[in-house]
């Protein structure tokens, strides 16, 4: 099974909510990435992370927290969502970077 | 800076034609990948390059890692081929990095 599965594929979500989204592969892969997606832009790497470690780009590192308490298994968390968090968000994994990506499905997330 | 710039930004074909999109490196990459995002925004694998070329059906990309750019040749457009082509370059310093270029919006006309 080459599937990434995330979960749901849609979210609304309140101004100042926390949001939580579910990433999970069967592939064994040691690396899993989260991207946001906004319409007319390119996919942005948020964070990953590579087995244990979590890796956070600079400029949204305040603004979203991950967790991997096992290989199989990623989520991504805003602990208070705004209305520029309405997005795509991918989730990938792959064998850190030897390896092509494979992406989820997306959630689709709409914050009111 | 911008590490990957891709070329064009749109794209309109008509059916039968070929063309062929491109994403230029400011640095060395090791690798590429190419995407088609579906219309409901998720992203296809299209290929994944080392340096070298691959073929699939009317689809062949190029990655040419001493020139610093890839290519994705598309042979006899058809309508289904409609979609926005990400290239996604991997890159190295201190670790691994991925950034995508901002992608080609591609409209194949009958």
């Known amino acids: 099974d080459t599937t990434v599965k995330q979960n749901p594929r849609y979210k609304l979500a309140r101004v100042g909510k926390p949001v939580n989204l579910i990433c999970s592969q069967t592939?064994?892969?040691?690396?899993m990435y989260w991207y946001q997606k906004k319409p007319n832009q390119a996919p942005k790497l948020l964070l990953f992370?590579?087995?244990?470690?979590?890796?956070r780009e600079a400029d949204t590192f305040e603004k979203f927290q991950s967790s991997r308490p096992n290989n199989s298994f990623c989520s991504l968390y805003i602990g208070s969502a705004g209305l520029e968090y309405s997005a795509m968000y991918l989730c990938?994994?792959?064998?850190?970077?030897?390896?092509?990506?494979?992406f989820g499905s997306g959630t689709r997330l709409t914050v009111l | 800076g911008d590490k990957v710039k891709q070329s064009p930004s749109a794209l309109s074909l008509q059916e039968g034609t070929n063309s062929a999109l491109r994403c230029n490196f400011s640095?060395?990459?090791?690798?590429v990948q190419w995407f088609l995002q579906n219309p409901r925004g998720s992203l296809m694998n299209l290929f994944y390059?080392?340096?070298g070329t691959k073929e699939n059906g009317r689809l062949k990309s190029a990655f040419d890692s001493k020139e610093s750019y890839s290519t994705l040749h598309i042979r006899d457009a058809q309508l289904e081929d409609s979609g926005t082509y990400f290239c996604?370059?991997?890159?190295?310093?201190?670790?691994?990095?991925?950034?995508f270029g901002t992608g080609t919006k591609l409209q194949v006309v009958p």
């Open positions: 990938a994994s792959g064998t850190g970077g030897a390896e092509t990506l494979y």
């Open positions: 592939m064994n892969h040691d690396t």
């Open positions: 992370y590579y087995d244990k470690i979590l890796n």
């Open positions: 640095i060395a990459a090791t690798t």
């Open positions: 390059l080392v340096p």
């Open positions: 996604a370059a991997e890159f190295r310093n201190s670790g691994t990095y991925q950034r």
